[in-house]
């Protein structure tokens, strides 16, 4: 079912890649510097606390095939630890496409796939876990240059999983 799902958000992504090339209107001659069309960006975070810690590193970059549609890749690293209860690493890729309707307004598809290692420390006993977990986000912002504020919602959200708290996230994109 998953398979069918990641397959599904290729096909969106690569229609709407041809949707944006049909309707281009500009006489200008298109780049041949792939470079020109790259940008790149990500995210940091770190959240610190009585007893608790949470780093997350991850780096990501886009081409942007016009001023419509933008295909890109990134790597995510997240380190969570509780004092005496538990600790998480996190090592995940994803593929985002990004759709641009008007200049202000950024939708965004992704998915997310990640690999968790959880150890939880209980009083007497050790318990680890490690699994694969697959994210599609469809998420929609306002931008502004190379700015976004948004928000994303997980469909392929699981709460049995120990990855995401909730379905529904907030960001802030970057790219330079």
């Not at 095939?65 to 996190?90: D, R, V």
């Not at 997310?112 to 318990?127: A, L, R, T």
């Not at 948004?150 to 995401?164: C, E, M, P, Q, S």
């Amino acid at each position: 079912m998953k398979i069918k799902k990641i397959g599904l958000v290729i096909v969106l992504c690569l229609a709407i890649n041809n949707m944006s090339f049909s309707q281009s209107t500009s006489k200008e001659k298109p780049s041949s510097d792939f470079w020109s069309n790259v940008q790149f960006g990500g995210g940091l975070g770190l959240g610190f606390g009585s007893g608790y810690t949470d780093i997350t590193i991850a780096p990501s970059a886009i081409y942007n095939f016009n001023q419509h549609f933008a295909l890109g890749t990134g790597l995510q690293y997240s380190f969570l630890k509780q004092k005496g209860l538990y600790t998480s690493n996190l090592y995940g890729v994803s593929l985002i496409g990004l759709l641009n309707p008007i200049e202000e307004i950024q939708l965004s598809v992704e998915v997310e796939e990640m690999n968790v290692n959880n150890k939880y420390q209980y009083i007497g006993s050790n318990y680890k876990e490690s699994f694969w977990n697959t994210g599609l986000f469809l998420g929609a912002g306002y931008r502004m240059d190379n700015i976004t504020v948004g928000a994303r919602y997980n469909v392929l959200f699981d709460r049995d999983k120990n990855v995401y708290g909730d379905a529904f996230m907030p960001f802030v994109r970057v790219y330079f």
